[in-house]
T-cell receptor, first 114, second 112 residues
Framework: KAGVTQTPRYLIKTRGQQVTLSCSPI?????VSWYQQTPGQGLQFLFE???????NKGNFPGRFSGRQFSNSRSEMNVSTLELGDSALYLC?????????????FGPGTRLTVT | AQSVSQHNHHVILSEAASLELGCNYS??????LFWYVQYPGQHLQLLLK??????LVKGIKGFEAEFIKSKFSFNLRKPSVQWSDTAEYFC??????????FGTGTRLKVLA
């Protein structure tokens, strides 16, 4: 079974621009979560989607948004990029939502904002 | 607010030494607990998980963790580390909601 895939793997943007990241979950998984990983901060939860609905959201500004499509693929968008948005953005999928399943992580998208 | 604390940010051990990484969480109800590992250049992957039952859980590669409810802790242990255990380790908690809370991670370096 193919794992979680994320595109693009690397991205360089300038301040003020916007960016869209994509995540394809493992086949059959309907829950997708997004995290921001930075050194010293660990993984910060952004949001989780299940059946095209956002079920929970972390403490990030409204510039961070996401959506999920009917095939469970998900995208996250960051508008008006700031230098502090430079990070590794991880996507994780699980069969269903809730905490009784492990999450399977993708390789991440490394975003650099200059 | 719910949080997960990993007190050891960097750990350096020699091969064959014993390992214990601390994890404490702040949540009074039932929780699901996880340890994930990120080897250099690889994806985060699950080491072990605890949902209920025996509080001593065994995971892959000889790792184990003990859930102590009274201490809100879920410490990771390995009796004898190997050079290949060099990685970053993350403790995570899910209180049955749509949100996983991760600790800040512990970087383990094992010297050959």
């Amino acid at each position: 079974k193919a794992g979680v895939t994320q595109t693009p793997r690397y991205l360089i943007k300038t301040r003020g621009q916007q960016v869209t990241l994509s995540c394809s979950p493992i086949s059959g998984h309907r829950s997708v979560s997004w995290y921001q990983q930075t050194p010293g901060q660990g993984l910060q939860f952004l949001f989780e989607y299940f059946s095209e609905t956002q079920r929970n959201k972390g403490n990030f500004p409204g510039r961070f948004s996401g959506r999920q499509f009917s095939n469970s693929r998900s995208e996250m968008n960051v508008s008006t990029l700031e230098l502090g948005d430079s990070a590794l953005y991880l996507c994780a999928s699980s069969p269903v939502a809730g905490g009784n399943y492990e999450q399977y992580f993708g390789p991440g998208t490394r975003l650099t904002v200059t | 607010a719910q949080s997960v604390s990993q007190h050891n940010h960097h750990v350096i051990l020699s091969e064959a030494a014993s390992l214990e990484l601390g994890c404490n969480y702040s949540y009074g109800g039932t929780v699901n607990l996880f340890w994930y590992v990120q080897y250099p250049g690889q994806h985060l992957q699950l080491l072990l998980k605890y949902f209920s039952g025996d509080p001593l859980v065994k995971g892959i590669k000889g790792f184990e963790a003990e859930f102590i409810k009274s201490k809100f802790s879920f410490n990771l242990r390995k009796p004898s580390v190997q050079w290949s255990d060099t990685a970053e380790y993350f403790c995570a908690v899910n209180p049955g909601t749509y949100k996983y809370i991760f600790g800040t991670g512990t970087r383990l370096k094992v010297l050959a």
